[in-house]
């Protein structure tokens, strides 16, 4: 029979696992990220940064699915929500033009549309990620 800090751990690693999966259906389906290119003063083309910004939307979202999955298997919940927090914490990060990556400034570009759901879900994740470290935590010092 599982305890109930196990039941809460598997309960926290499905809704992650949501959250990114929710994170990786925006980005790639929902409101995705134009596909546009910009075309440099050499003639060259490149992808503009929204579209890095939204390779690293989906890179995130997959670790924090494995992270959700190693959670939900493994009685690992402290190291499983530490890095979700550090996983949530990067996602915002890479909306800052000095730190991360950016997004395009002009509010009629694709990468605007698909901010608020990534913050959102980014959000979300970090709460659950609080959580789970909270309960860890908590159990532990319950169990002394």
Known sequence: ???SKEKTGKM????EAAAALFI???VKVIVPVC?????????????????YAGAAFVLF???LLVNAIVGFAAKQQLA?????IALAVSLFVTFSDSVGIG??????????MTAPFVKTAAAVELILGVIAVFVT???GADER
């Open 35 to 51: 596909p546009g290119m910009l075309e440099l003063v050499s003639g060259k083309q490149v992808h503009m940064k929204c579209y």
């Open 80 to 84: 499983c929500g530490i890095m979700t």
């Open 24 to 26: 990786i259906v925006s």
């Open 137 to 139: 935590i908590k159990k």
């Open 12 to 15: 926290l690693s499905v809704l």
């Open 103 to 112: 997004i395009c400034a002009n509010p009629e570009m694709a990468c605007q």
């Open 61 to 63: 979202a997959v670790l």
């Open 1 to 3: 029979m599982m305890s």
